[in-house]
């Protein structure tokens, strides 16, 4: 039996100052901050350095600890064992292209230390130049990749890929990779802060030193197979009315699925995960037992795995909606 307690969570964004990011996430989805420069805005996040504090409802003011301690399976379905939120949730501004980097996969993890972080990449806006860059073109032996890398000649070696939104990236651990200048993405993420920075064209941070750099570390998580694919394909879904449902990625960390509405949908499933939606292009209304919430571009939302049942109503004439589950 569902805790009649539970209900649909909007947050407070955790904002990242980091210096390749600029304003586009701000001036896009209007919100109401000081100017400055907002490279991430962490959406959803159970971290203790950008832990998500929730926004509406009753709970208004507890942390998502909090509510994982309070719900438990309710919240998390059946990944409440582990006692955390297993993904992190964010929205990235690359003004600038940032650093070449890898994250080590769940068996480099275990190997070498670190958090396992696999992550994928949704473009929601990209200048008409923008790419990423994602693997290496060809095998490149470990002294070789370093040396590269400490000259300055690292770039010709990537697999650069142009990207257009509606794009989607998959980013296994072990993946060498950047993203690109002019790039405006949704980012879903194992929940893992451990990135291993390989090379930073030559920018400094905002105390005017170069930023650390850890290659030994990154020599020893690099999945040095080339990479010929790595723009996600999607796959078209049964869809409800007018209603389009995309599967964008289907991985065993995460699901993302693309839901194009021009009328109401009841979003329906079996209860064993979270559902985060987030709300790309238009206002939506998130319907259950008799109770809305109106949700603006831009807004994330978490919906308890114990709320099997609930309506998405477009406010205009469509709405692009992005689902994620676990």
């Not at 208004?60 to 990944?79: E, N």
């Not at 794009?167 to 690109?180: E, S, T």
Request: negative net charge; aromatic residues 8%.
């Amino acid at each position: 039996m569902m805790n009649a307690d539970c209900y649909p969570l909007c947050f407070t964004p955790v904002y990242q100052d980091y210096p390749w990011g600029g304003d586009a996430i701000i001036r896009r989805y209007r919100r109401q901050v000081p100017p400055g420069i907002y490279a991430e805005s962490w959406e959803v996040s159970d971290r203790a350095e950008g832990m998500s504090v929730v926004c509406n409802g009753p709970l208004a003011g507890r942390t998502l600890a909090d509510v994982i301690t309070l719900w438990g399976s309710d919240l998390l379905g059946v990944v409440a064992a582990a006692n955390r939120f297993p993904l992190l949730i964010k929205l990235l501004d690359a003004r600038a292209t940032l650093s070449v980097q890898v994250h080590p996969d769940d068996q480099r993890a275990d190997r070498y230390g670190g958090e396992a972080k696999t992550e994928m990449w949704y473009i929601l806006d990209a200048a008409p130049d923008a790419a990423v860059y994602a693997g290496l073109k060809q095998q490149i032996d470990p002294a070789t990749f370093r040396q590269r890398a400490i000259d300055g000649t690292l770039e010709p070696l990537l697999n650069r890929v142009p990207v257009r939104p509606g794009d989607a990236v998959f980013m296994p651990g072990g993946r060498v990779h950047a993203i690109g200048a002019g790039c405006l993405l949704l980012e879903v993420q194992q929940n893992s802060d451990t990135t291993y920075r390989i090379y930073d064209w030559g920018r400094v941070g905002y105390d005017g030193k170069p930023r650390a750099l850890h290659l030994d570390e990154a020599l020893a998580v690099i999945d040095r197979t080339p990479v010929t694919e790595a723009l996600a394909v999607p796959r078209r879904l049964d869809g409800e009315g007018r209603n389009e449902r995309w599967e964008v990625l289907d991985s065993p960390w995460f699901r993302l699925e693309r839901l194009n509405l021009r009328e109401e949908w009841t979003l329906m499933h079996d209860g064993s995960s979270f559902q985060v939606i987030f709300v790309a292009d238009a206002p939506l209304r998130l319907a259950w037992d008799g109770q809305f919430l109106d949700l603006a571009p831009g807004t994330s939302c978490l919906i308890p795995a114990a709320l099997t049942t609930c309506r998405l109503v477009p406010q205009h004439e469509t709405a692009w909606v992005l689902r994620i589950m676990a």
